[in-house]
């Protein structure tokens, strides 16, 4: 799978107990708990718009629909 360009950051609110079991079980299976949610993440995306995850169809796509440009 490519790598994707990693440009945004995601803060989130954990309890601490949760955090520490969750960096124990990735350093368990030699991965980050950065590369576990990105993946997480990529299968949400996938599982709710019932397709395969591209990130160059979705720049076309927001392209094609302004947001691209749109800042938040």
Known sequence: MPTENRTAR???LIDPRKKAV???LCAAEDTTPSQVVRRLIREYIERATGRPWHAEDEALSD???GLHSRKK
Request: glycine share 0%.
């Open 10 to 12: 995601l803060t989130i």
């Open 63 to 65: 392209e094609a629909s």
């Open 22 to 24: 969750f960096e124990r």
